[in-house]
């Protein structure tokens, strides 16, 4: 079998660097050949006290998520005993998700190490700023939990403008519930090309149904929880919340529910999924009535194509946020969106002509007819009381439209250009 191996680990102070051989097998899978993988923690921490049997669980937990769909083998010199003991646990999650498909999680150690701790009662949360993410941090808020984000995760590396956003609504939000925040630096996501593990490797094995992409299907749980090892090592933390991504009996499909995060440990850091039986909308009630009974200001972090991370207040996932919002009563203005009255005009019109998540929109839309009376008489929202969703007609006109008036567009064009 071949394998990826790994030869060292380069540490300084605050940051460490890889440097590992793989066959080629998955070096037509990585992003950038000449980039390293690497885990960068804030200024102030150290990794020298951090055992490198420990340094290495987010090599191989990120190394795993391409290696165990590409029948390719991991090699280390030494290993934290918790999680090599737990990678068998993991390897059935994944298989019980997917019992048609066949994974390799074959991990060699040579060494394998002890790296417990003894740990302090302040737990640590993932938060990104999204609706799963404040529902987990609301949910424990009394703990004071300490806010993770992982820079490389959601956010690109090279986009310094939206981290800086983050830090600055972390360093607001942080200072009304006093606690702490912490971002962590690291490629363990845009190390690999995903589009092209994505088309070549993931589409032949998961079937469509199940398949969400390679970070959302595969991905970003095993990679998040081990590339924050060191941290959690250093901070002595041994317990640390995961927002959900769905509700335990939806139909959603992704990598992060209970099993995967009970399955995940290491030295002495357990995961804990949180809010796994509520959906969105019971998220958003909850978060707001908090808000509006002790006074605490978020703004949620949800858009697709947020520049700066900032929302941009007009696609799919930011209306149906804003639907979340609404249907409590609350105005979307006050939690990180900006919407008017042409706002509301366009939301129907995206509403009608355009394909949406219709299990998240027919649950919003159904808490609105349960107080029908009161938006009928609201000019903004009234239309969502009688649109039907994903009109297949209406939408394939709709698209016929786009396509001949950019047809027209593009022959204007060329004559006046011309």
Known sequence: MEKVILKEIKVERNRCEYVFTIPQALACYIADPNQALFLELPEEYDLKDVPEALLVVPFVGSMMCATMLLNI????????????????????????????AEFCFDVKVNQLVDCSYETINTPSVFFTGGLDATSALIEHIDEKPMLVNIWGGDVLLSDTDANKVLNQYFTKLTKQIGNEFVFLKSNCRRYFNEVKLEQDVL????????????????????????????????????????????????????????????????????????????????????????????????????????????????????????LNILNNHADPNNYGFKIDSKGYKKMHRFALFNRVNDAFWEANRKIFLEDADYWRKDKNMSWILDIDFNNERRIALCNCYRRIKGLFSRIKHKIIGG
């Open 73 to 100: 083998g991991i090699e280390v010199p030494q290993l934290d005993k918790n999680f090599f003991n737990c990678i068998t646990n993991v390897a059935n999650v994944y298989q019980k998700m997917f019992p048609y």
């Open 203 to 322: 589409n032949r094995i998961i079937k469509t149904e199940h398949n969400h992409g390679w970070w959302a299907s595969i991905a970003h749980i095993l990679s998040m929880t081990t590339v924050i090892a060191p941290m959690l090592y250093v901070k002595r933390i041994g317990h640390h919340y995961v927002g959900s991504s769905y509700a335990a009996n939806s139909f959603g499909f992704d990598a992060n529910n209970k099993e995967m995060n009970d399955a995940i440990k290491y030295a002495s850091a357990n995961f804990d999924i949180v809010d796994d039986k509520l959906e969105r909308p019971d998220k958003a009630k909850k978060i707001i009535q908090y808000c509006e009974s002790h006074n605490l200001e978020v703004e949620f972090k949800v858009c697709w194509y947020s520049k700066a991370s900032v929302n941009c207040s007009h696609c799919e996932k930011c209306y149906r946020t804003m």
